[in-house]
Structures are given as C-alpha cells and as structure tokens.
C-alpha cells in the first residue's frame, strides 16, 4: 500500500500533537501551488529548514477560487496535492476549504508558520500563530516567479 503525504484535519491534527510531544519543531506553510516553479521550490525548502517535519496547507478548488478567480485553479488539487507530494522537503499536506489558513492553523498549533515577505510579520495568520506560542517566519521572494504571471505571460493576458 502507498503511504500518502496527504491527511485530513484530524489525522494531521494527531500527527502535530505527537511530533511536538517528541520534541520537533512542527512548520507549516500554505498555498495554492497550482503550476509549481523554481520559486514554489525554494520556499518550500525554506520552510522545511526552520524545524523538522513541514506540513502544507493546500488551498482546495473552492478556496481558490474565492481567492484567484473563477478561471482559477489550472490543476485541480488531488494533482496540486500530487505535485507537493513528490517534493522531498513536504512531509504531509492538508486541504482546507477555507478563504485563509487561520482555522487550520488553530488546529496545528505550529511551533513556526512560514510565509512570503510580501505579507509581513503582521500577515494574517500571525495571531493564531502567536495565541498558540508559534512565529512567523518570512521568506525573501526569489525573483519575479509568480504563477498568475506565467499564465498571463502564456495567454498573452486574455481570459481563458
């Protein structure tokens, strides 16, 4: 039987809890990863130098939407999910529903919740974070990479 990165709330929720119990440093980030490139790469290695087990908070399709647009995601997330899944940094990913990553990360309790720079120390996330005894790490943005940029660049910035 193939043993899968992808949990549910519960599960990753237990999963958390025990890893601290042994003393690790549990990291979570979260995104919607929908066409990965070097930048994707490079956070995620990021986040998973700052403890020892990262967990990954995956927009659903709906969650994306709500963020990107109805023309969004391109991949739908059992293949986003794939994708992070065969990244050596993620140990587990988690698919929430939600607008925002608060109510999962209130279930985590993160010891370190890793964002992009361009959010800020004062991001959204960071009172949950913090309730819980957690911080936020940020993480210089590497270059230009953006995936709403590569698929405007692709469709020549028409809707698709």
Known sequence: MVKTKVKTLDEIKNIAEDM???GKMVVTCNGTFDV????????LREAKRRGDVLIVGLNSDKSVRMNKGPNRPINNRNIRAEF???????DYIVIFNEKDPRKLLSAIKPNVHVNGEEYGYNCIEAPVVKRHGGRIYLVKRYGSFSTTKLINKAYGGKKR
């Open 20 to 22: 601290k119990r042994q």
């Open 84 to 90: 992070l899944s065969a990244l050596e940094p993620v």
């Open 36 to 43: 990965l490139h070097v930048g994707h790469i490079r956070f």
